[in-house]
């Protein structure tokens, strides 16, 4: 049983920092945070796959990082510089699917999401 837990989101005023954890259960070959703000469709924040290559949307270019700690089956999302529209609710996701390691893709392993508010 697969199991992706986010924690980290709150609060933070624009310029602020917060970063996101994602434990999870097993080891994967690609994980990736995705977000959805109200009223908008989920996007693709970034992604990260075994080998280390990553790759981001371009709204959070220079501003987010992606990383991961194979000794802790845990991903982590550093957020700089946040804007309000940064705004929605994060999700972690997960895939043993190479293909499917895409900001683009529909993953097929979800967390339940933490909320990040810049305001």
């Known amino acids: 049983h697969v199991q992706l837990v986010e924690s980290g989101g709150g609060s933070v005023q624009a310029g602020g920092s917060l970063r996101l954890s994602c434990a999870a259960s097993?080891?994967?070959?690609?994980m990736g945070w995705f977000r959805q703000a109200p009223g908008k469709e989920r996007e693709g924040v970034a992604v990260?796959?075994?080998?280390?290559?990553?790759s981001y949307a371009d709204s959070v270019k220079g501003r987010f990082t992606i990383s991961k700690d194979n000794t802790k089956n845990t991903l982590y999302l550093q957020m700089n510089s946040l804007k309000p529209e940064d705004t929605a609710m994060y999700y972690c996701?997960?895939?043993?699917?190479?293909?499917?390691?895409?900001?683009?893709?529909?993953?097929?392993?979800w967390g339940q999401g933490t909320q990040v508010t810049v305001s």
């Open positions: 996701a997960a895939t043993q699917v190479r293909w499917l390691c895409s900001l683009s893709r529909n993953f097929d392993n």
């Open positions: 097993g080891y994967f070959y690609c």
């Open positions: 990260i796959d075994k080998g280390g290559s990553t």
